[in-house]
């Protein structure tokens, strides 16, 4: 088979890396993809956008593509799925219908309370005063949700009530576009996150290992917001009794509801959920994908052939296949990022030791970087490289990813030190 995977992050160099290691997948091609794929044997980049639905059609009808996996939300929000399945074509993710469960944050706040799913009290407002009363009632912390796809940046938690007016200020005046003309206000969640990312047919419904990331930019989970410094996986907080409860109270719902709402999902749907001290836990967010960097570590412990899994969701034929099989230990994934991420930074800058990190047993998977005109590996993004690490334990497996990272530099590289802090001492 040849495999068309749409996107150009680290979680598409996973994508493209694992279905290169089952024996049916012959070739990947990249739309748009990275170094990291432009390099990888029987993997190619096309240049096309993420949205140029046309393009993106043409080449596959043209070259034998057998499937499309898409990545990233912002495609599936815009209903690549239905357009290239109208075209004939077998595709991995939802349709835009489905795809709203994450591109509207008020469309699944509605669903989760119609299915009885546990999650945060929440309002939905389209006009700031209303919204700013709401606040003042209710008392901070509190949290401010921009209704649409914000690329991570349309949350606030608000300290203080200042903080949230400004919140929803700067939604209601256009900051996020079209995303910003309804805000959600929800009460704040304190706990440890977790995402389960689950693959369904839109019938059944499996879960991946749990993962954890970290959001901040600072060791000690200080700082602000990035699309993520580093994961693991498997999260022990997210114990098998938990699971078993979000399989239940969670997955088997939002599908339910989907279905009886017409929506045939298929695809990934993920859970970020948030787990109370307690050992309750309440859903934060729904993805319509697979997340970044949850992915690099989830995939390298995945043993059952991934193109089985994903095959068996678009034809919809999951319940017939065997439980998913895992390797035994545990992952790591640190981010190497350029100097100043989130905030500005400069790229073109020259990479090397990415080889002598793999040959030290690491995978490294690419996120933002590119080949320059000499073919050499140059960083292109805020987040550059995903150095993951496996192992016995994580100890093993945070150690062989710092191992791995010490053989690669560019200039004004940084990355957190305290990747997987929480979970040195957990045995799994
Ligand atoms: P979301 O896109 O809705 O997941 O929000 C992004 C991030 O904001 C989450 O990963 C949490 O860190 C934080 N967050 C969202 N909702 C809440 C909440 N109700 N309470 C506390 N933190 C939240
Ligand atoms: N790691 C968070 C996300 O993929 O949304």
Known sequence: MKVLVVGNGGREHALAWKLL???QVEQVVCVPGNGGTAKMASCQNLPLAVDDFAGISQYALANDISLVVVGPEVPLARGITDYLQAQGLMVFGPVKAGAQIEASKAWAKALMQEAGIPTAKAAVFTEAA????????????????????AAGKGVTVATTREQAESAIDAIFQGQFGSAGEFVVIEECLIGQEVSVLALTDGLTIRPLLPAQDHKRIGEGDTGDNTGGMGAYCPAPIATP??????QTEVLEKAIATLRNKGIDYRGVLYAGLMITPEGNFQVLEFNCR?????TQVILPLLATPLIDLILACVQQRLAELPPIDWHSGAAATVVAASGGYPGDYQKGKVITGIDAAAAAGVTVFHAGTNLNDQQQVVTD???????TGTGENFPQAIAQAYTGLHFIQFEGIYY?????????????
Request: with cysteine; hydrophobic share 40%; charged share 30%.
């Open 130 to 149: 209303a919204a700013k009363s709401y606040i003042k009632a209710q008392g901070v912390p509190i949290v401010v949700k921009a209704d649409g796809l």
């Open 241 to 246: 009794e938990l699971m078993a409860r979000v």
């Open 21 to 23: 290691q089952s024996e």
């Open 416 to 428: 957190r030190r305290d990747i997987g802090y929480k979970v040195l001492s957990t045995k799994c």
């Open 290 to 294: 697979f997340g970044d960097p949850e």
């Open 381 to 387: 993004g805020g987040r550059v490289l995903n150095v």
